[in-house]
Every structure is written in C-alpha cells, then in structure tokens.
C-alpha cells in the first residue's frame, strides 16, 4: 500500500522533471528506502542506527540517480558528484523554483526528489513496521504529494484524478489495517481459549464481506465528498490564479533593473563602435536578424522589457535546464555559433526562436548557470553580461513569415500586453491620415508601413554630414517626429512609432532591439559590427504568429527644409469697419429642472446587510462541502434507523432495535469483544437498564409466540432513553464523534441502507 499510495503522489513530480530519469529514481529510491527500514524493523535497529544507513545510502546512491552526469560510467558517485550531491541538499530547492519546467535530470535539480522519496519511505514504513500508532504511515505519500504541488508549476496538471486516487489509496490503506489489527486480536483470543478437553476455541474473527462492506461504505462517503467537490469547483471556479512557491518566490533576474537596452540605440552608430566588431556568427542565413531584446511596455518616457507595475510576460525570465521545445513552430531549423568581441552586456545575442544554448570555454559552467530566457519573446540574458572571448553555439528554429505582399491579408490575434501610456496626440491623427478610407486590419496595418516609408527620412544625426535627428524615443520625440515639417529619425524612433501604430489599429506589436547584418555568409562567419544595429516591430497575428516588420524608411536624400517663417506679405487696410455683434439681451438661462434623474444613494444599511448576507451564503457553501461527509455518516445512521423501527413485523423491529442500541455502544467507544452476546454487551456498558433490555430481547426472540407491536414501541423507547444515557458523561467534542463514528456503518446496516421503506430485509 506504501508503494501504491507513494506511486500516485509522485504523479505531483511529474510536471516538474518529465523525464524517464524520475522514474528509475523513484523506483530504486523506494526499494532502498524499504530495505532500509524493513531491516531496521528486523533487526530492532535505533533511530540513530537507521539515520546513519539512511544518509550512507543517499551517499552511494545520490550521484547515479540525481546527479547522473557526475556519475563514473553513469553508476558509481564520483568526487565532483558528492560534493554537488552534498551541497544540492540545501541549495537544490531554491534552483527548482527558479527554473522553467520540466527540467529533466539537468545538473542536480533531482536531489530534492532523491530525498523526499528516501526520507518519506524510510520514515512511512519505519511507523507502518513498528509504531503502536502505524496508520500515521499515510502522511509519507501525502508530503510526497504536497511537496509535489508546491514545486509545481503554476498551472495543475491531472488535479483531481490525483488527489482522488491518492485519498483513495490511502483510504483502502486505513481500513485494510484496521481490519487486520481486529483480526489479529481476534486469533490471539482465541489461542488463549481452550475448551474443558484443552482444545482452542475455535472463533471466526469477521464475516467474509465484513471487509468488503466497509470499503463500499466509505467509498459511498468520500464518492458523495468527491462530487460535491467537483461541482463545486465546476460551477464555482476560482477566481484566482494557481498559487504556488514558484509565483511567490523573488525571480534571481529582473530585467526592469537594467536600462531598456534601445536607449542606447545612438551609442552604436558613433564613430568609435560603427566599425568595430561586436561579435561574429558563423552558419547565419542570409537575411536573418539578431535579436538582442524585447519590448513590449511603453509609459511615454521609453520603450522597456516588462513593466513593474503590470504582470508582464515579457519580464518574467527563468533558467532553462535543457532545451525549449520549439515542435510546434513551423520553419527553418538552424544552428549558428557566436563569439563575443566588444559587445557587453547582459542581452545574449539569439536567433529565432532558441531551442537549446551551449556555451564553451572556461566560463561555460558559470555562464550557463546565468543564463535566464523568457519563452513569450524569445529574449535571453545572461546575470553579470557578457564579456570578449566568450563563446556559445544555439540551435533555434526560424519562423515562417509572410511575404510583403501578403500584410494586407493579416488578421491580429489577441494577445495580453501592457497597456501603453502618455502616447502623444499627434500620433493619432497623422495614422488617420495614413489609413483613411482603407478597410481592413491588415489593410490598414500595410497602409500605415507605407505611410511612414513615404513621409520619412532617416538619419542618425550623429556626424555633422547628417541632418540633426535627436536620439530617444520619448512622447515628445515621437511628437517632434510626426508633426515637424520633414520626418527624420532612426530605426529608433520609427520601430516605436510604428508599434504605438499597430496597437491603435488593433495589432498587439512589440519593439525588438537588436542587428541586422547586411553581408550575412552562412557558409562561413560574419563579422557583426556596431553599424548593424537595427531595431524592428513583432505583431501578433492569426497565421503566423508573430511576425517581424521593418517599417524604416529606405535610405535617401534629405531635401532642403523650407524656412520656417517665411515673410509675411502686408495687406492694406480694409476702410469698412466690421459690423459690431448685436448683443442678446434676452436670458438664455434654462430654469433648473426640477426633475432629477439622478439614481437615488445607496441605502448603507441595505448594502451592509447584503454583504453579510452574501458573505454568510458563501461560508455556508464552504461549510456544507467540507462538512459533506459527515453529514452523509449522520444520515445514513438515520436512515438505518428509521428501517429499523419500521420494520414490517414487532419481532423484526425489536430485534432493530437491540441493533440499534450495539451499535450506539460501539459508536460510544465500547469494546464488548469478538461476536458478543446481548448479556456481554450488556455487562461492557453497565447499569440494569441495559441487562432488563437485554433480557427482553431475548425473551422475544427465543420465547414461544410472537411479540405485539406495543412491545416493540416499548423496547424503541427503551432504546431511546439509553441512546441519550449514554452522552451523559461526555463532553461536546466526544458526542460528535460518536455521532460522525464509523465504527457501526459495517455488515448487514449498510447492505441495507438504501432499500425502499417496508422492503425485504
């Protein structure tokens, strides 16, 4: 029952790891575990005894199966092993919630599994085997489970068949021993008995279904707790997102701790980094853009990664463990390797959309212990940047993307982005102008590319052969762009102008920072330099996602500007003076209207009494799911009653009767013993009243003749008064329990349960 129950509860590990690793893990874990302790329980070893082999065997056994790549030919633990495994044990759990999952048998993230299944086993079965108090066994799994949940991930998978398979596993478990214990002590009894002639006395512990009958009873319970449950949940969901230890935890990388990287767009067109070298790609496909970050939130001032003071995905950036599974994107798959010469930072150069990154050289284990990627905008960052020498290789699959003439047909597909503030006025009414008169999202989106590619110029602004273009990307630089008398600016202004754009016309767009080499030589390696730098929008689409749009205009001349203020021809006076206003002297003034249609104020008293009322309703649900059990436990007992006393003959309902009163004795914590007769259950309760009922019982059962029905009105009543004689002496705790006590819904009661009122018994 360990290994079923402790099977079902490590189905919460799954999502976590997702790899065939995991289960050699659990399997050989437990067996060790359970020799551990069935030894301990042999041989009569100590507490400190069994810690000792306990921590020996995570020793031996810790590399090959948590650490697997520190292992000598995957068996034996190595040096480097043990000391990963020994440090793992403390820093491993903080590692695995700071990861994206599943995470595999990447570096030593399956110690905090290695552990929980060995300490769980070895604790669980050490009770089960010798504590008076085994049925305490059962929270090994349940912490199993827990643990499980709280390191999960954020959203549940297979919830409620595993909660159920567990609570039932563990609820054959519980009645299984109970069962067993009472039928031990039945047989030692019964060898202490012998017979005049010295033989035992040969006694049946439980009927053949007793067992069986139990079982079916206390499925029908937790079945009825079960289905309240989930309609519940069905027809009142939660309101909330999933809560777990990784949604709470404080994430190692933030990336609104850093300056937006497309503030330093202007940094790289100066002389002194135009030509130089950032970094060199071999194997890049011709056309192909380097992506450095992300942006998808703008307050007015810049274009950042995230947003603070909204649940961005673009800001939530977590360790990958092995790869990215990129199966259901539809293009290219390519591997590219890049060397980092004078670019720095924490933005790591990627292509498409990564699938798995390797880095090498010296730094490789520190590097990719830094490495952090978010999925939703395929940004990666390494925690302490980037330095000269350093070199990786990543393999990503690029995207399928329209061609130019097909933008028109896009459609937008929703997607939850920040909302954009502080964006100026002058946007809106230059991108009527451009799509005036055009139909149609991505109609309207290809008329606003061209709109911007007609109107502007572009210039760094940086050389003093440039027109002046101010760097930023600011309300009041994108104002500056869109309503001066020439249209000039960069790939930094148009990339921000163009996403604000996309989103008024119902596009999700995002700004993407980053290179676009124009000598790319997939056969071999191309230098990146500073000139390169680029910036482009994503928008979210329908058909493919999202998809990558330059909308810079090409380069060329800059014509003249006309001056600003031109001189002002001066015209001659008119001699006819204008005529003078007639001024209305008549009271234009409304009188006040009398009719209010405000809507009347909000009675207090009302809404006070609303709210509690609503507050009340839903405690009341909360209590009738929880307490679902134990209102069916009270109901079947009065259901079987209620059979009892209308019984269709007096014989059968004195004979209920006495039943009755046994099994409120058992309810009541009374022991009268193996198979007891009226007189023995009699005697365990004390008192004359429960011998005279005893002594009527038999007297209708065995005397000649047939009891009337005052009889058995008379025995009811009987029964009646000893039910309540007997919660005299207890306590208000205690009475409840009797009440809810399961020792008496078993056998012949419960088969009975739910015939029809004056059926056969």
């Keep these: ?3 079923l129950s402790t099977a079902i509860a490590s189905l919460a590990l799954w999502p976590s790891y997702g790899s065939a690793s995991l289960l050699v893990l659990i399997a050989v874990t437990f067996a060790a575990a359970a020799a551990i302790a069935i030894l301990g329980a042999v041989f009569r070893w100590s507490s400190p005894v069994v810690l000792v082999i306990t921590v020996v065997a995570y020793l031996a056994l ?6 697997p790549d520190l292992a000598v030919s995957r068996v034996f633990p190595s040096f480097a092993g043990l000391q990963e495994l020994l440090v793992g044990a403390a820093t491993s759990w903080k590692q695995l919630l700071t990861i994206s999952l599943p995470v595999g048998s990447y570096q030593a993230l399956l110690i905090p599994a290695f552990i929980l299944i060995l300490v769980t086993v070895v604790v669980s ?19 199993v489970f827990v643990v499980g949940i709280l390191f999960g991930p954020e959203s549940a998978q297979w ?8 609570t039932a596993s563990i609820l054959v478990w519980l009645i299984w021993s109970r069962w067993y214990r009472r039928r031990e002590s039945i047989r030692l009894i019964s060898d202490r008995e012998v017979t005049a002639d010295g033989q035992p006395v040969q006694k049946v512990a439980d009927g053949g279904f ?6 079916v009873s206390a499925g029908l319970i937790l079945a009825i707790a079960g289905t309240a449950s989930f309609a519940a949940s069905r027809i009142l969901p939660p309101t909330n997102d999933r809560v777990v230890l990784r949604t709470t935890i404080t994430q190692p990388f933030d990336p609104r701790d850093y300056a937006s990287p497309l503030s330093g767009f202007r940094k790289y067109e100066l002389p002194e980094l135009k030509s130089r070298t950032m970094f060199t790609v071999t194997g890049l496909p011709v056309g192909a853009r380097i992506r450095l970050a992300t942006l998808d939130s703008y307050d007015g001032v810049v274009y950042s990664v995230g947003q603070g003071s909204v649940n961005s995905a673009s800001g939530a950036f977590t360790r990958v463990p092995l790869s990215v599974d990129q199966s259901g994107v539809a293009g290219t798959a390519k591997t590219i390797a890049v060397t980092i010469g004078n670019y720095s930072g924490v933005w790591l150069p990627t292509l498409g959309k990564l699938e798995r990154v390797a880095f090498t050289g010296g730094d490789a284990t520190t590097l990719l212990g830094n490495f952090y990627f978010n999925t939703n905008t395929d940004t990666a960052a390494v925690v302490g940047g980037l330095s000269s020498g350093d070199s990786y290789s990543l393999s990503a699959v690029i995207p399928t993307q329209p061609a130019e003439d097909q933008l028109s047909q896009l459609e937008p597909a929703p997607v939850d982005l920040p909302a954009s503030t502080s964006v100026p006025d002058e946007l809106a009414t230059t991108l009527e102008g451009y799509v005036a008169g055009v139909s149609g999202p991505g109609a309207r989106l290809v008329a606003m590319l061209d709109g911007l590619r007609r109107d502007g110029y572009v210039s760094h602004g940086v050389s003093a052969t440039e027109p002046p273009s101010r ?15 020439q249209m000039i600016g960069d790939q930094e202004q148009y990339a921000v102008t163009a996403a604000l754009m996309a989103r008024q016309l119902g596009f999700p767009a995002r700004v993407v920072f980053g290179f676009e080499p124009s000598d790319a030589n997939p056969d071999g390696q191309t230098v990146v330099v500073g000139g390169d730098v680029s910036a482009w ?3 979210s689409t329908t058909r493919y996602g999202w998809v990558a749009i330059d909308p810079t205009p090409q380069v060329r001349p800059i014509p003249e500007a006309q001056p600003e203020d031109p001189t002002q021809v001066a015209r001659p006076q008119s001699p006819v003076q204008p005529q003078l206003p007639e001024i209305d002297s008549k009271d234009t003034q409304l009188p006040p209207n009398s009719s209010q249609d405000q809507e009347p104020l909000e009675n207090p008293l009302l809404a006070t009494v609303l709210r509690v009322l609503t507050g009340l309703g839903w405690a009341s649900l909360v209590m009738l799911v929880l307490l679902s059990p134990f209102l069916t436990i009270v109901f079947a007992k009065w259901r079987r009653r209620r059979l009892r006393r209308q019984a269709p003959t007096p014989l059968q309902r004195i004979e209920g009767g006495w039943d009755e009163f046994e099994d409120a004795v058992l309810d009541h914590g009374f022991t009268p013993g193996p198979a007891p007769t009226r007189l023995e259950i009699a005697q365990a309760v004390g008192g004359t009243q429960p011998f005279v009922l005893a002594a009527v019982a038999d007297r209708a059962v065995f005397a000649p003749g047939d009891p009337d029905l005052e009889q058995a009105d008379q025995l009811w009543k009987s029964v009646d008064d000893l039910r309540y004689s007997l919660d005299y002496n207890l306590t208000r705790w205690e009475r409840i329990k009797s009440l809810v006590s399961l020792r008496s ?7 009975s349960l739910f015939k029809r009122e004056g059926g056969d018994r």
């Design 125 to 143: 079965l050490s009770v089960a085997l010798r504590s008076r108090f085994g049925d305490l066994a059962v929270l090994g799994p349940i912490v």
């Design 1 to 3: 029952m360990l290994a």
């Design 471 to 485: 760097s930023g990307h600011a309300a009041d630089r994108i104002t500056e762009l869109l309503s001066a008398q």
């Design 537 to 539: 929008i994503e928008v």
């Design 210 to 215: 007793v067992g069986v009958r139990t079982l």
């Design 745 to 751: 819904l078993g056998g012949y009661s419960v088969s």
């Design 159 to 166: 919830p409620f068949p595993v909660a159920m398979g567990l």
């Design 62 to 67: 810790g590399v090959p199966l948590a650490v």
